[in-house]
C-alpha cells in the first residue's frame, strides 16, 4: 500500500515550486529512468520514482545578472542538502511512512556527491539507483534544467508511473 502517490507530490504547492525551479521535465526524466534501473538494483519503484522524481527540489537560484553563475553555484550550492530535508518533511506532512521518507531523503542526499570532501561513499542500491537515473538523463552544459515540460503533458507522465508502480506491488503481493 502507498500512502503517498507520485501524483499527490506534483500537485503539492511546495513540489510547483521548488521542483519547477530545477526544471520538472528534468524531475520526471529522473523518476523515469529510475524506475526503468529499478529492478536491476532489486529496489522498491515506489521509494526509486520518489526519490527520482523529488531529487533536485533542494535547488537555489544562483543567477547574476539575470544569467546562471555556474562558479557561484559550485562554490556555494547544497542543494542535496537542502532537498533531503525538504523531500523528507513534505513526504512526512502528506504522510508517507518514515522509514521510507527517511530512505527517500538520504538518496536525495547523496544523488551527487559535487558539494562532498573528496572520498569514497558506499551508497546503498536505492543510492546508487538514484545517482545512476540522474546522470543517464543529463545533458551538457546542464541543458536538462531547462527542457520545459506543459501541466499536461508532466500530469499524464506522473499518473502513467504511478500506474506502473501500483501494477508492480500488485505482481509483489501475487508473489509473496
Ligand atoms: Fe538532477
Redesign the pocket.
Known sequence: MRNVKLEDLYHHHIVQKYVNR??MA??ID?AESALEIAEDYQVDPDLATKAGFL??IGHYEWYRDGKWDYQLYKDNDIHAIKGAERAHKLLIRLGEDPKKAKAIALAVLL??DSYLPEGELRLTPLQECIHQA?TK??EVGGH??YRKISHEEALMRIQALDRQIEYFSVDEELIE
Open positions: 530545477s526544471g528534468h524531475a529522473v531529487h533536485d544523488h551527487t540522474d538523463v543529463e536538462h534544467h
